[in-house]
T-cell receptor
Framework: SQQGEEDPQALSIQEGENATMNCSYKTSINNLQWYRQNSGRGLVHLILIRSNEREKHSGRLRVTLDTSKKSSSLLITASRAADTASYFC????????????FGTGTQLKVEL | NAGVTQTPKFRVLKTGQSMTLLCAQDMNHEYMYWYRQDPGMGLRLIHYSVGEGTTAKGEVPDGYNVSRLKKQNFLLGLESAAPSQTSVYFCASVPTSGYNEQFFGPGTRLTVL
């Protein structure tokens, strides 16, 4: 498995604005996943993008993947206070027990 | 379905004491994982299991042992707790090898004094 590194480490925006978080990784992947963690809670899966996909949407979430640059981005549109959380990317290589390695995350704060 | 549950939710230990954390899932998932999360850090994999009766080491296995005697349960043991093991422990599960999303439990907050 390999670790994703999220950028920025912290992001503060106003409700209604868009939030963009980036993820970089080092080696070839099978897929890349994004998770959300509310304070003191377990992680919740948001979206998965496979290595042969370039963009994927789910509700207000848009994920892009550029395998040539080994990077991904997560866009949350029209953010809400309830989106306040930490966001982690988890690149996954093929095989190996489906292990994931998480970076330190992006702490998003959406203010009213 | 209760999903993934963890017992206990909180625990305080003294250095040298032992304890077992229980992870249970009622979704008939094959794969299970134990992670630890330290302040300001991502999750680090301790041990994992790809099926009943199997276990394997993750990124930070030292000081921990695990067992998967029943498919629905994954136990994490600390034989002699150390302050460095103060952390929040998360369990996760995955249905099968072809399924990628991990389902997480609510966590166990452990303090070792």
């Amino acid at each position: 498995s390999q670790q994703g590194e999220e950028d920025p480490q912290a992001l503060s925006i106003q409700e209604g604005e868009n939030a963009t978080m980036n993820c970089s990784y080092k080696t070839s992947i099978n897929n890349l996943q994004w998770y959300r963690q509310n304070s003191g809670r377990g992680l919740v899966h948001l979206i998965l993008i496979r290595s042969n996909e370039r963009e994927k949407h789910s509700g207000r979430l848009r994920v892009t993947l550029d395998t040539s640059k080994k990077s991904s981005s997560l866009l949350i549109t029209a953010s809400r206070a309830a989106d306040t959380a930490s966001y982690f990317c988890a690149p996954s290589a093929a095989g190996g027990g489906n292990k994931l390695t998480f970076g330190t995350g992006t702490q998003l704060k959406v203010e009213l | 379905n209760a999903g993934v549950t963890q017992t206990p939710k909180f625990r305080v230990l003294k250095t040298g004491q032992s304890m077992t954390l229980l992870c249970a899932q009622d979704m008939n998932h094959e794969y299970m994982y134990w992670y630890r999360q330290d302040p300001g850090m991502g999750l680090r994999l301790i041990h994992y299991s790809v099926g009943e009766g199997t276990t394997a080491k993750g990124e930070v296995p030292d000081g921990y042992n695990v067992s998967r005697l029943k498919k629905q349960n994954f136990l994490l043991g600390l034989e002699s707790a150390a302050p460095s093991q103060t952390s929040v422990y998360f369990c996760a599960s995955v249905p099968t090898s072809g399924y990628n999303e991990q389902f997480f439990g609510p966590g166990t907050r452990l303090t070792v004094l």
